[in-house]
T-cell receptor
Framework: TQLLEQSPQFLSIQEGENLTVYCNSS?????LQWYRQEPGEGPVLLVT?????EVKKLKRLTFQFGDARKDSSLHITAAQPGDTGLYLC????????????FGQGTELSVKP | DADVTQTPRNRITKTGKRIMLECSQT?????MYWYRQDPGLGLRLIYY???????NKGEISDGYSVSRQAQAKFSLSLESAIPNQTALYFC???????????FGPGTRLTVL
């Protein structure tokens, strides 16, 4: 069974600080996605990474896919209260037959 | 208008009752999914469907059933609700490339 381990599970920081969320697995994924979920809403796709070593930037968010395609990280620079939410990573692989494997999520709180 | 809609948004019911959650989409995607979300457990897949004639069990299908009435409609039923089915339920659709998911707003179900 493929698993994705996210860390940390909870993160509470002050506005302006930097942070990194990790998503790790012992399995190889063909692609990995990051979602953000706000209270009372469904997750929203932020980015998909598909190539080992790939780095994608979305304003203050930087996403990286590990060289071996087994892990990924999300780095937020100068966090703002609007970044508060649940961040989920999800992996897809050919042997999952069109399903995604989700990590447990990282609950981020950015205080003003 | 939202691309993926779910009804109802909130439901409180009693143990033993039959409940149906409905999902409709206007994205034109063939793939549809039902997930449940519990704190600290991320998103767990209940059932998924790749077209009207294709229904597949996910990792936690016991106690649930589904119906794919049309490409745009996918409903989830709890035949006899029990308290540990209290959770947030999300419907999602996907295109085939990278299996990126587009989620509905969720249904908060409470079974007393």
């Amino acid at each position: 069974t493929q698993l994705l381990e996210q860390s940390p599970q909870f993160l509470s920081i002050q506005e302006g600080e930097n942070l990194t969320v990790y998503c790790n697995s012992s399995s190889v994924f063909s692609s990995l996605q990051w979602y953000r979920q706000e209270p009372g809403e469904g997750p929203v796709l932020l980015v998909t990474v598909v190539t080992g070593g790939e780095v994608k930037k979305l304003k203050r968010l930087t996403f990286q896919f590990g060289d071996a395609r087994k892990d990924s990280s999300l780095h937020i620079t100068a966090a703002q209260p609007g970044d508060t939410g649940l961040y989920l990573c999800a992996g897809a692989s050919r042997n999952q037959g069109g399903k995604l494997i989700f990590g447990q999520g990282t609950e981020l709180s950015v205080k003003p | 208008d939202a691309d993926v809609t779910q009804t109802p948004r909130n439901r409180i019911t009693k143990t033993g009752k039959r409940i149906m959650l409905e999902c409709s989409q206007t994205k034109g995607h063939d793939r549809m999914y039902w997930y449940r979300q519990d704190p600290g457990l991320g998103l767990r897949l209940i059932y998924y469907s790749f077209d009207v004639k294709d229904i597949n069990k996910g990792e936690i299908s016991d106690g649930y059933s589904v119906s794919r009435q049309a490409q745009a409609k996918f409903s989830l039923s709890l035949e006899s609700a029990i308290p540990n089915q209290t959770a947030l339920y999300f419907c999602a659709t996907s295109n085939s490339r990278y299996n990126e998911q587009f989620f509905g707003p969720g249904t908060r179900l409470t079974v007393l």
